[in-house]
């Protein structure tokens, strides 16, 4: 990749990774049944992603699921820092997630693709072959960063449910 296109590819990320944390200022609608689709269509990828790295070692399950569980427990503190309104007869709740939180999910999902670009195999005969041609720490921290990711969505869901039938049950 030459300079000039590997900048254009940073500047294009930093924009769009800048337009969603201004987007995630303003209050957001979301179903209650419906917003457990994107952690569990993301959660779905992480399983096959690490499936595909355990070529690499055994240790990326372990690892996935310390994340996953590191994840749950961030999200469910970014829920402490997220106004929840709640719309009960619609089934909605109207969240306004803290761009903090937002920031931390989007790091973590950068270093996980800036680690593949860093650890990946030097040439460009060994990048065209499969994700097990990783070495090992990259397979591990890689899975585990995306696990991590995975739980601060399922994290913050768990958060604005509870909070959805507490104004229920009030």
């Known amino acids: 990749m030459s300079h000039s296109v590997a900048i254009?590819?940073?500047?294009?990320?930093?924009?769009?990774?800048?337009?969603?944390i201004w987007r995630s200022t303003r209050e957001q609608k979301w179903s209650v049944p419906g917003m457990w689709v994107l952690p569990?269509?993301?959660?779905?990828?992480?399983?096959?992603?690490?499936?595909?790295?355990?070529a690499s070692t055994v240790w990326?399950?372990?690892?996935?699921?310390?994340?996953?569980?590191?994840g749950?427990?961030?999200?469910?503190?970014?829920?402490?820092?997220?106004?929840v309104r709640v719309d009960a007869p619609a089934r909605k709740v109207y969240i306004k997630i803290s761009p903090l939180g937002n920031l931390i999910f989007l790091t973590v999902i950068?270093?996980?693709i800036?680690?593949?670009?860093?650890?990946?195999?030097?040439?460009?005969a060994a990048a065209s072959q499969s994700f097990a041609s990783l070495p090992p720490e990259a397979a591990i921290i890689g899975s585990a960063l995306l696990a991590l990711a995975a739980g601060m969505l399922f994290g913050l869901r768990i958060y604005v449910q509870r909070v959805y039938n507490?104004?229920?049950s009030a």
């Not at 749950?72 to 106004?83: C, R």
């Open 8 to 20: 254009i590819t940073v500047v294009v990320i930093a924009a769009v990774l800048a337009f969603r």
């Open 40 to 54: 569990s269509i993301f959660l779905l990828l992480t399983g096959v992603i690490v499936a595909i790295d355990v």
């Open 60 to 70: 990326v399950v372990p690892a996935s699921v310390l994340g996953l569980a590191a």
């Open 72 to 83: 749950v427990g961030i999200g469910l503190y970014q829920g402490t820092h997220t106004t």
């Open 110 to 112: 950068v270093a996980r």
């Open 114 to 124: 800036g680690l593949r670009f860093v650890l990946a195999p030097p040439t460009q």
């Open 166 to 168: 507490e104004q229920l």
